[in-house]
């Protein structure tokens, strides 16, 4: 069947970086808007399935949500979500990666991600496998090999609850790198989907998460 728009999706304001629940009952997903003081903004929102259809759109709430701008959400197995802020600061924007936990279905004070994952430099757009296992995200941090020294990085959970040091994640297709972008992972756990954008044109692509596995 050819794509159709989503209906919660419909209107003049901009949705995008969709990411499913670990269940498949929830579809996350960012929404551009106008704050208050006419900044552009953007915050996460959800929307539930519920006998065949999707909900109206949930904010997941103050605490996650705030003048600053949030999106490429994530979500582990245990409903923790993962996501990337920008805030406003004097000069350049600081773009780093924030987790919070669910209490009693509520998203608690979000923690902002060890100095092991975030650095000075951009960090974005993380995918959290459901287990925990591993982290692939975005950085400009020094060592990458993309456009304007982004590149794609792994990281390991580790058992002190934390990360390992991330390494810039190798792949490539008929021998040409790709970056991912905006990257998600199947429900079965075997395949990674990406975005590749080469030479100003962005498709979509997929590959066996044992690549993943084997780059640990």
């Not at 669910?102 to 993380?126: C, H, M």
Request: include cysteine.
């Amino acid at each position: 069947l050819p794509p159709r728009i989503a209906p919660f999706a419909r209107g003049n304001r901009t949705t995008d970086y969709p990411c499913f629940s670990a269940d498949g009952k929830r579809l996350y997903y960012g929404m551009r808007k106008v704050s208050t003081n006419r900044r552009p903004d953007r915050d996460i929102f959800y929307v539930e399935r519920e006998n065949g259809k999707w909900s109206v759109p949930i904010a997941v709430g103050p605490s996650v949500n705030t003048p600053d701008m949030e999106l490429f959400s994530s979500i582990d197995g245990d409903g923790t979500i993962y996501f990337s802020r920008i805030q406003r600061g004097k000069g350049a924007m600081i773009i780093d990666l924030f987790r919070s936990r669910q209490d009693k279905g509520a998203y608690q004070t979000p923690e902002r991600l060890g100095s092991e994952i975030n650095s000075p430099f951009v960090e974005a757009a993380a995918y959290v496998s459901p287990d925990r296992r591993f982290m692939i995200f975005r950085s400009q941090r020094p060592g990458g090999q993309g456009r304007g020294n982004e590149d794609t990085w792994l990281s390991w959970s580790e058992r002190n609850g934390g990360w390992s040091t991330p390494r810039t994640f190798k792949l490539a297709v008929n021998g040409h790198r790709h970056h991912l972008n905006t990257q998600g992972i199947s429900s079965d756990g075997k395949y990674l989907f990406y975005a590749n954008n080469d030479k100003g044109v962005q498709n979509l692509w997929w590959v066996s998460t044992d690549r993943i596995r084997s780059d640990k």
